[in-house]
């Protein structure tokens, strides 16, 4: 089974690409939902033995996982790819002060700390990536190229 992180920033547009993957009938798992936990200064990080038992399932050709959490790093190696998803400051921030899936990104301490996480996480993000698509182009065109990075 091929494992695929696709990772970025918030607005970045993981979500929707993880529903455009199932749609096409892929395994994608958004870790956002259910798979982290909350951490004492208000972030979350992966369910480590969650992750760990998802990353050992053998029951697709290929898992997408999208997500962001600081702890993703120790489980990196066990992805076959790691794609970036980034889009410009300013669609990040557009798509976060109208996504209606997700509050996180709307108080003015979020954003502030979706900046900062711009300048310092993306740039380490970006070291590690196998690959960097960025989501200004049509859902299904970043889909696509996701696709064929993969050899899926």
Known sequence: MKRVLLTGMSGAGKSAVVRALAARGYKAIDTDDGWCQPTPDGRQMWRADA????????????????GCEENQAQFHPRFDHIILLS?????????????TSNSFGKAPDEMRRILDDLQ????????????EVRTTLPLSDVVTTILRLVEA
């Open 51 to 66: 992750i760990e038992a998802l990353l050992a399932t053998e029951d697709a050709d290929i898992l997408f996982m999208a």
């Open 87 to 99: 889009a410009p400051l300013e669609t990040l921030v557009e798509r976060l002060a109208t996504r």
């Open 120 to 131: 310092t996480v993306e740039p380490l993000l970006r070291r590690v990536a196998d690959h």
